[in-house]
């Protein structure tokens, strides 16, 4: 049975939040940042979009526009950007009920549901932890060790 892939709208807002971070208050485009996730520029300004109405962004339209950082790198937990882009629980559980006649059907969800949401839990205090200027520090720190002579556009 194939596996349902993870969404990606968390890699691409926190890879979206470092480049806004690296360009130090800046207003950067959308096609900009979406040249650099790799993916088109609709993506990007709806996760901006999900992004602003959180809180960790500011946009701006016209000439001159785009988006920046609405508050410090150093205050924005990676529990916030996926707060602000991913939508419902980390595990779903199956559209169609289980046989509540089979004693496994009757009894699967509430047993996995105490142990998936520990999971989600632990998941959620992880990124708690970690902020969107250490992202950018561990990028900058593989950038100046893996190519010295380069710089990040």
């Given at each position: 049975?194939?596996?349902?892939s993870m969404s990606t709208r968390f890699a691409v807002a926190v890879h979206t939040l470092a480049?806004?971070?690296d360009a130090r208050g800046e207003a950067v485009r959308s096609d900009t940042i979406a040249e650099?996730?790799?993916?088109n520029p609709v993506v990007i300004r709806r996760l901006l979009a999900c992004l602003a109405r959180c809180g960790l962004v500011s946009t701006q339209l016209g000439t001159g526009g785009g988006a920046r950082l609405a508050?410090?790198?150093d205050d924005i937990t990676l529990l916030e950007v996926h707060e602000a882009v991913e939508v419902g629980p980390l595990f779903e559980t199956p559209r169609a009920s289980p046989n509540s006649e089979c004693h496994i059907g009757?009894?699967?969800?509430?047993?996995?549901?105490?142990?998936t949401s520990r999971a989600e839990r632990a998941l959620q205090a992880e990124l708690a932890k970690?902020?969107?200027a250490q992202v950018s520090r561990s990028i900058q720190n593989r950038v100046r060790r893996y190519t010295p002579r380069q710089r990040v556009p």
């Open positions: 049975m194939k596996r349902p480049f806004l971070n650099s996730v790799n993916t508050k410090s790198a009757a009894n699967i969800l509430p047993v996995l549901d105490r142990f970690v902020t969107v």
